[in-house]
């Protein structure tokens, strides 16, 4: 991959290093931001600041 130019970003998504709270599991996984809409979340943050368009805008900038 790296002879043809490919980098990549590892984003880590899991359960904090922290105490979580006695509850059921869909709330503690919300309160740790790993429920199914923070995924997603963290998804669409990854896929627009690494998307080329944005790239080559500010890119054209300099």
């Not at 790296?2 to 006695?22: C, F």
């Amino acid at each position: 991959m790296a002879d043809h130019g490919y980098n990549s970003q590892i984003v880590r998504l899991g359960i904090p290093d922290r105490i979580v709270e006695h509850a059921e599991q869909n709330a503690q996984w919300r309160s740790s931001h790993y429920d199914a809409a923070a995924i997603v979340e963290e998804g669409k943050r990854c896929v627009t600041e690494n998307s080329p368009i944005q790239w080559l805008d500010r890119s054209s900038h300099l």
